[in-house]
């Protein structure tokens, strides 16, 4: 990518990416909620076999997410939370899994995203919701390169050349995770929080879909063992969240 090709970015464009990175935090779970409970899911040709092997797609796809989220923050963290809710970077990091993507944080929550998605299985959500998440996170993006390319020129024009923006490049993968440690500590520091935030909207979704497709009967059967899985969830949150505090995982 040149200058040309950043400075060429629609201004409105990337106010619009300046204040979607602000609110991201409660913009993006909020239309996820919203779809949720304006949209009704759908059992493949009606069949209930079918949604649960649909469930397991969609799972798997929030796995997936989470688990480059948790390959990018174990090899070299990035930090993405900005400085006063404004685009920020002290430095230009080109290291771990940056090196072959240059958003591999964003395609993760997008994966995660698309997953709970495919588990509620909403025609309509899938119509307003995939536009609607790609977008965002594209106006992010483009936000944070105008941003990147005015700090760090030269240096990060070359590294968009040689880095796709969402797509990855497998070009010295195995140099990348051989010189890097991975950082244990850190992850469960970063990502603890964000863990249980899916895992939790996994069972609320799959809650929800039952209740929408089979009634109460339906919720009340399922309850009790979801129930019993957040629990477990939420000792293992507290758990962490004390480790954390108490300064066993390290700071930062």
């Not at 936000?143 to 990060?156: C, K, M, P, V």
């Not at 990502?191 to 009340?220: C, H, K, N, S």
């Amino acid at each position: 990518m040149s200058v040309s090709q950043v400075a060429a970015a629609p201004r409105a464009w990337i106010a619009i990416g300046n204040t979607v990175f602000r609110l991201r935090d409660a913009l993006l779970p909020v239309v996820f909620c919203i779809l949720l409970a304006t949209t009704h899911a759908t059992w493949p040709a009606q069949r209930r076999s079918w949604d649960l092997a649909l469930n397991l797609v969609g799972i798997e796809m929030l796995v997936a997410g989470q688990t480059l989220r948790a390959l990018v923050i174990g090899l070299a963290y990035i930090r993405r939370g900005g400085k006063e809710r404004h685009v920020h970077a002290d430095d230009l990091v080109v290291e771990g899994l940056f090196a072959h993507c240059r958003n591999p944080l964003y395609v993760g929550n997008l994966l995660a995203l698309t997953g709970l998605l495919v588990i509620h299985n909403a025609p309509v959500a899938y119509f307003v919701g995939v536009p609607f998440f790609v977008l965002a996170y594209w106006s992010i993006v483009t936000a944070e390169e105008d941003y990147l390319s005015r700090r760090f020129g030269d240096a990060y024009h070359a590294y968009c050349a040689r880095v796709p923006r969402f797509l990855f490049s497998t070009r010295g993968v195995g140099v990348t995770v051989a010189g890097f440690e991975f950082d244990w500590r850190r992850l469960l520091r970063k990502e603890y929080g964000a863990t249980f935030a899916g895992a939790t909207a996994i069972l609320v979704t799959l809650g929800w879909d039952d209740f929408q497709m089979m009634g109460r009967p339906g919720l009340v059967a399922s309850l009790p063992s979801m129930l019993l899985i957040w629990a477990q969830l939420v000792a293992a949150y507290l758990f962490v969240r004390r480790l954390k505090k108490s300064g066993r995982l390290g700071s930062g």
